[in-house]
Nanobody, 124 residues
Framework: QVQLVESGGGLVQAGDSLRLSCAAS????????MGWFRQAPGKEREFVAA????????RYSDSVKGRFTISRDNAKNTVYLQMNSLKSEDTAVYYC?????????????????WGQGTQVTVSS
């Protein structure tokens, strides 16, 4: 069983930056692919970014590519999402997810564990 706890959300202005953190329990964290998803009010949960287990291979949605960076620190069992040049359309609840496999997937059903979410609000 893996538990995920997100932190770092908040209220910022357009153009600002935020860094989200996701602390994971479990001894096999380094072998898991990790992902960030987000869900805005009235919309479905959507893929944001993911990082492969064991190797720093990443993937991003087109809407955040070039602005967001996902990274992981396996020694700390933590994955990060650095968000720069934030826009109002980035406003959502952001969720961290863990996949019991090293490969990346962009679909929610590919992840086995989810955090409780952290709110990010970007005012224009």
């Amino acid at each position: 069983q893996v538990q995920l706890v997100e932190s770092g959300g908040g209220l910022v202005q357009a153009g600002d930056s935020l860094r989200l953190s996701c602390a994971a329990s479990g001894r096999t964290f380094s072998s898991y692919a990790m992902g960030w998803f987000r869900q805005a009010p009235g919309k479905e949960r959507e893929f944001v970014a993911a990082i492969r287990g064991s190797l720093d291979i990443t993937r991003y949605s087109d809407s955040v590519k070039g602005r967001f960076t996902i990274s992981r620190d396996n020694a700390k069992n933590t994955v990060y999402l650095q968000m720069n040049s934030l826009k109002s359309e980035d406003t959502a609840v952001y969720y961290c997810a863990a996949r019991e496999h090293w490969s990346i997937t962009v679909v929610t059903t590919g992840y086995n564990y989810w955090g409780q979410g952290t709110q990010v609000t970007v005012s224009s």
